[in-house]
């Protein structure tokens, strides 16, 4: 039998390969967002090209690394229709990783109508193993919640989407929790991927607006540490997730005929 020490090593090693077992996933290099402008002029940027070819025609979409600047806390565009934070999984590349962010906003975009404003924003956190075995980074979460704070004061009349994957979904509990109800109230709604907290309440979100999808056999979502394949397959939840926060939001116009004709359930 190992000892604890060991299996501690062997969890921990689990994450550090986990880059090379999804190499071969359809969204690699996809996972740093940038401004739009940046994305068109850098013709000869493969992850320009991948987004293009990946989100297709989707021009009234807004890829930023924030909605808010790091540096000046100031918005770095209008206020769009609606917005998303998204948090990464551990491991994952860029700020918004590869293996549920991507084809998730992909979903929205293709639910939105033309005339609609998509802005993402990514955690920018290190999503390391020893945050996930933590229950989730305390700098990732403090973050989030920064994001939340000025997106929503800046922006009080934008629908604003939560989401996160796998430790993503651990930084979303620990952010909500340490945000008073007066600001979790005004969330529109919240997206977990391969939660490790999965039956655990959105601390000041009501349950109606929180939608989880967590997988039979991962064991991440049964409060286990083993990565298995289950873990690593919410690409197909995409459209699933994406029909249910654009309805969550639905009363304020953001929809589309194809989300109305049911098409891609």
Not at 150 to 159: M, R
Not at 160 to 182: D, E, F, K, R, V
Request: with cysteine; glycine share 12%.
């Amino acid at each position: 039998m190992l000892t604890q020490t060991s299996q501690l090593v062997l969890r921990i090693l689990l994450f550090l390969i986990l880059p090379a077992l999804i190499q071969a996933s359809p969204f690699i290099g996809l996972g740093i967002l940038d401004t739009i402008e940046g994305l068109l002029g850098a013709s000869n940027s493969s992850l320009a090209t991948g987004l293009s070819v990946f989100l297709g025609d989707h021009g009234s979409v807004i890829f930023q690394n924030g909605l808010m600047d790091e540096k000046t806390n100031r918005t770095t565009t209008n206020c769009p229709r609606m917005a998303v934070i998204f948090a990464r999984g551990t491991n994952e590349p860029g700020n918004v990783g590869i293996l549920a962010g991507p084809p998730f906003f992909a979903a929205i975009a293709e639910y939105m109508n033309g005339t609609n404003q998509l802005a993402i924003q990514g955690v920018n956190y290190e999503a390391q193993p020893a945050g996930f075995f933590a229950g989730g980074s305390a700098r990732g979460a403090t973050m989030m919640a920064t994001l939340i704070n000025n997106t929503l004061a800046t922006c009080p009349s934008t629908p604003l989407l939560l989401s996160g994957y796998s430790q993503g979904a651990q930084l979303i509990h620990l952010a909500t929790s340490s945000l008073p109800s007066n600001t979790t109230s005004k969330i529109s709604s919240i997206v977990l991927f391969g939660d490790p907290n999965n039956g655990t309440a959105i601390q000041g979100v009501d349950s109606t607006r929180v939608r989880t999808f967590c997988h039979a056999g991962d064991d991440i979502c049964k409060g286990g540490d083993a990565v298995l394949k289950d873990h690593l397959t919410y690409a197909k939840d995409a459209r699933t997730a994406a029909m249910w926060a654009m309805g969550s939001v639905a009363q304020l116009g953001i929809t589309s005929m194809r989300m109305d004709r049911g098409i891609g359930s």
